[in-house]
C-alpha cells in the first residue's frame, strides 16, 4: 500500500537544512584568501574544468527545467524533447566560432566584446538588457522552488525566497566567482543524481516496472509524434522547425550571456574551454531527458494510483 506525504516530516527539514548549510559552507571555505580584482569575477586558474562544465550545466538547467520538462511530458509528449536536439547546433558553432574570439581578446564579459568590435553605448546597451532579462529569470528561478517548498513544509513563501537569497548572496560574495563554481558543482551533482534516483525508485514502484512505462508510453503516444514531427510546414511544430529554433536560442546563451561566458573566462586554455563546453552538452541532453521520463514515469504512476494524484480542488 502507498501512503501519500503532503508535507515535510522532522527527516525531511534535518536534510534540507542540512543541504542549505553545507552549501553556504563550501561556498566559503573555497575562498581561502580574499579575491581581488579580476580574480573576484575569472577565479584564480585553479578551478578544474570539470567544475567549470558542471556549473555551466547547472546554469542552463535551472529550477524551471527541473520543474516544467517532468511536468510537460507528463501532460503531454516528448515534443518538446527535441529541441534539447538543438545542443547539436550550439556547441560546435560556439566552440568553432566564438570560443577562440573569446580566448584570444581576453575578455572579461560578454558585452566587453561589443565594446571592442563596435563602441561603449553597443556595450552598455547589452549590459543594461542581459541585467533585465536576469531579473525576470532569477524572479521565476527563486519563486518555483520555493512554491513547491511551501507546499510541503508549510513556510511562507516569502520567507523562503529571502532565506534562499541570503544562502546564495554570502557565498557569493565571500568568495566570488571561485565559490558560485563550486556551489553550482555540488547542485548539478544533487540535481542530476536525484533524478537518476527518481527514475528507479518509480520503477520499483510502478507494477510492471520501467518496462511498463515505455509500454504506456508507446501506446498512448506519450513519447514523439514521428508523423507530425516530420511535418515540413513551417506553422507546425515540426522535428526542423523546433531543433533549428532551439539549436540557434542555445547558441545565443551559449555565446552572449554573461552567466555563461563569465564561465568560459575561468579555464587556463582553450582546450580546457572545448572540454567544457563538450561535457556540459552532453550533460544537458543527457539529464534533460531523465527528466522527461520521469515526467512520462509519473504519467503511468498515477495512472496505476489515480487516488493519490493531489488535484487544486483538494489542495
Do not use: C
Not at 544562502?167 to 558560485?180: C, T
Not at 547542485?187 to 520499483?204: D, K
Not at 514523439?224 to 515540426?238: F, T, V
Amino acid at each position: 500500500m502507498i501512503t501519500l506525504k503532503t508535507s515535510f516530516e522532522f527527516w525531511d527539514y534535518v536534510v534540507l537544512i542540512g543541504y542549505s548549510l553545507f552549501v553556504l559552507l563550501v561556498g566559503i571555505m573555497v575562498a581561502k584568501k580574499e579575491m581581488k580584482g579580476k580574480e573576484y569575477f575569472r577565479g584564480d586558474g585553479t578551478i578544474p574544468w570539470w567544475v567549470t562544465a558542471v556549473s555551466l550545466f547547472a546554469t542552463m538547467l535551472s529550477p524551471i527545467s527541473f520543474l516544467t520538462l517532468a511536468g510537460r511530458s507528463f501532460l503531454t509528449n516528448w515534443s518538446s524533447w527535441v529541441g534539447q536536439l538543438g545542443i547539436f547546433i550550439a556547441v560546435p558553432l560556439t566552440i568553432m566560432f566564438f570560443l577562440p574570439v573569446y580566448k584570444k581578446l581576453n575578455i572579461d564579459t560578454a558585452y566587453e566584446y561589443l565594446e571592442k568590435r563596435f563602441d561603449k553605448r553597443l556595450r552598455l546597451l547589452g549590459s543594461l538588457m542581459f541585467v533585465i532579462f536576469q531579473i525576470g529569470r532569477m524572479s521565476i528561478v527563486m519563486y518555483l522552488p520555493a512554491l513547491a517548498l511551501a507546499i510541503v513544509t508549510k513556510i511562507d513563501i516569502n520567507i523562503l525566497i529571502v532565506l534562499m537569497g541570503a544562502v546564495a548572496i554570502i557565498y557569493s560574495y565571500v568568495g566570488g566567482i571561485k565559490s558560485v563554481l563550486w556551489t553550482d558543482f555540488i547542485q548539478g551533482l544533487v540535481l542530476s543524481l536525484g533524478a537518476v534516483f527518481i527514475v528507479f525508485f518509480l520503477g520499483y514502484q510502478i507494477h510492471g516496472g520501467l518496462g511498463e512505462v515505455i509500454r504506456v508510453g508507446v501506446a498512448e503516444n506519450k513519447f514523439l509524434d514521428i508523423a507530425n514531427m516530420l511535418d515540413i510546414n513551417i506553422y507546425k511544430e515540426s522535428f526542423f522547425i523546433v531543433l533549428i529554433g532551439a539549436g540557434l536560442s542555445t547558441l545565443s546563451s551559449y555565446v552572449s550571456s554573461q552567466d555563461m561566458v563569465q564561465r568560459y573566462t575561468t579555464t587556463r586554455s582553450i582546450k580546457e574551454m572545448k572540454k567544457m563546453t563538450y561535457l556540459n552538452g552532453f550533460l544537458s541532453i543527457g539529464i534533460a531527458t531523465v527528466f522527461f521520463f520521469i515526467g512520462t514515469g509519473m504519467y503511468v504512476f498515477y495512472k496505476q494510483n489515480p487516488t493519490l494524484l493531489l488535484t487544486h480542488a483538494e489542495d
